[in-house]
T-cell receptor, first 114, second 110 residues
Framework: SQTIHQWPATLVQPVGSPLSLECTVEGTSNPNLYWYRQAAGRGLQLLFYSVGIGQISSEVPQNLSASRPQDRQFILSSKKLLLSDSGFYLC?????????????FGNGTRLTVT | GQSLEQPSEVTAVEGAIVQINCTYQTSGFYGLSWYQQHDGGAPTFLSYNALDGLEETGRFSSFLSRSDSYGYLLLQELQMKDSASYFCAVRDPNGQNFVFGPGTRLSVLP
């Protein structure tokens, strides 16, 4: 069966510090991978998605970046965090073919920038 | 682009039936999905409708009308554990993105 791992679960970082969040998927090949952000009590904002190694699409201009160095690994990074980067970050995967296949989310990382 | 609208909050009592509506505007359509998210947790998939009509999964059902760009999630025999946020979502015309509605917070009262 497929599983998705995301870490860390919580993170407190000072403004201006770097960020690296990692997500890995097991049990499937060539998945689509996604990073979403959710502000407290709000909806899900798509940040990045990837359909293959090294292929990254950005949905929202910001000081975050994403990379996919391996088929089942997705990394979210920042060189200098802003207060507005605080939120709940969710990694997700889906199969590549459109249709009934849903998004499968990791447990999320709660980031607080102080 | 895609946009979805949902009521922000719904309140109901245990054992009741509640309907959460979702209207969408899309330039293409690959079906409407529903997700449940408990406070502090990650969203989990509930149901998917690609064609018009009702899909039933236990106490939860989901309905779609493509001509009206409208769907709803129906929760029956409400339980306290159903208190959560519910999101409708559509898949982008390029087939690779998922766009979510703003979410409906359901509170189930005893």
């Amino acid at each position: 069966s497929q599983t998705i791992h995301q870490w860390p679960a919580t993170l407190v970082q000072p403004v201006g510090s770097p960020l690296s969040l990692e997500c890995t998927v097991e049990g499937t090949s060539n998945p689509n991978l996604y990073w979403y952000r959710q502000a407290a009590g709000r909806g899900l904002q798509l940040l990045f998605y990837s359909v293959g190694i090294g292929q990254i699409s950005s949905e929202v201009p910001q000081n975050l970046s994403a990379s996919r160095p391996q088929d089942r690994q997705f990394i979210l990074s920042s060189k200098k965090l802003l207060l507005s980067d605080s939120g709940f970050y969710l990694c997700a995967w889906s199969v590549t073919v459109p249709g009934k296949s849903p998004l499968h989310f990791g447990n999320g990382t709660r980031l607080t920038v102080t | 682009g895609q946009s979805l609208e949902q009521p922000s909050e719904v309140t109901a009592v245990e054992g009741a039936i509640v309907q959460i509506n979702c209207t969408y505007q899309t330039s293409g359509f690959y079906g409407l999905s529903w997700y449940q998210q408990h406070d502090g947790g990650a969203p989990t998939f509930l149901s998917y409708n690609a064609l018009d009509g009702l899909e039933e999964t236990g106490r939860f059902s989901s309905f779609l009308s493509r001509s009206d760009s409208y769907g709803y999630l129906l929760l029956q025999e409400l339980q306290m554990k159903d208190s959560a946020s519910y999101f409708c979502a559509v898949r982008d015309p390029n087939g690779q993105n998922f766009v979510f509605g703003p979410g409906t917070r359901l509170s189930v009262l005893p």
